[in-house]
């Protein structure tokens, strides 16, 4: 994930967007399995309907167009789901981005319809003044100007974020990574441009009469363009026409891919880019906005509270087992050091764990003292014993 540790060049970015395309082609294409499972159960409902009513179908048929139009707006935000996912590794199926776009397609038809309108009527205006260099100019400044809300569907969806909320963030990402966003751009476009020119080039030299028959198809009318392709097509045999279809539809969906995962990369990197401005700026920050926390605080025991452990500690070692007992208050209360030193410790497992080893050793280093005690005044009450029957012996 380098599009996390800062800026990347135009190069990089065009890589990952192609291995994270090839990535995420699998689950695209599952996606376009489910859509097409879906509609072919409406066009089996569609056909049942005319042995129930007559005027059903037509219903369904309206239906049916708006349910296009509304899955038409949620495959590109579960496109971008699924490319962010395979990007970030965070593990998302199919079925999981069409559900979860189904919202943000809303909030993107109001989003559109904020930034459409006026762009709209500005373009009518320019329509209606009948000038090619106005329409132009109308032109070229829409474009400039509605790039900072490019970023609009991924803001939807990445972000959660609600249709105003996401065009103030796109706009505040787009105008702060202007210039980096007009350099991808035109980076991308040039290198495609390099690649288009050079295949040509490699297919001239290979093979000289295909690239006649394309330059032959560039200079032919564009209405009879159709009927030469036709032409073309027949001639050719059906596994050819198939296998090449076939590679066809699959470079279309793979090109159309990798142009998402582009938007969407970029997106992904200007994102953890603006984290990083605006953590910097919280840095920056005067001192009096700055609250320190509080350190917490053992108690520190007053003598009173000494008084009342010592007089229970000698009132509970009066009972029937007075070592047992006398040994866990003394491991009680020689834990205070290891829970004073625990304190000054870093909150986390690490030290909480070190201070249950250290407690460990203590407790029985405690009771090895102990015992040794014990044995002690044992033997000095046996040696006590010994002198007073001694002297017992002696004549009065």
Known sequence: MEFKNGPISVFRLIWLSLSTANQAFGSALFMFFLIFVFFGLMGVIIFLSHYISPNLPIILQIVNGLVSFFISLIIPLALIQ????????????????LTSSVIPAFYYIASALIVGIPCFVVLLAALFSKSAIIM??????????????????????????????????SWELGCTFYGRILLNFFGALGIVLIVILGSFCVIKLVLPQLAQQVQALANVPQQMLPFMLMGLVSQASKPILICGGIILAALYFYVFLSANAFMTIMFLNLDYSM?????????????????PVQPVVAPTPTP?????????????????NPETTSRHLNQVYNAQEHLDRAIDQEEDRMPTILFDDDMLKQLAENEKQMKERAERKSQEQEDDGQKTIKMSDKPL
């Open 136 to 169: 132009v100019a109308v032109y070229v400044a829409i474009f400039f100007g509605a790039l900072p809300f490019m970023f609009v569907q991924q803001a939807l969806v990445l972000r959660q974020n609600g249709p105003i909320e996401a065009l103030k963030y």
């Open 304 to 320: 009173e509270i000494h008084q009342h452990l010592g007089v229970n500690k000698s009132s509970v070692q009066a009972e029937d």
């Open 82 to 97: 699924i490319i962010a996912s395979k990007a970030e590794k965070t593990g998302m199926t199919a079925f999981d981005s």
């Open 275 to 291: 984290r990083g401005v605006k953590n910097r700026e919280l840095d920056g920050m005067p001192d009096q906005h700055f609250v």
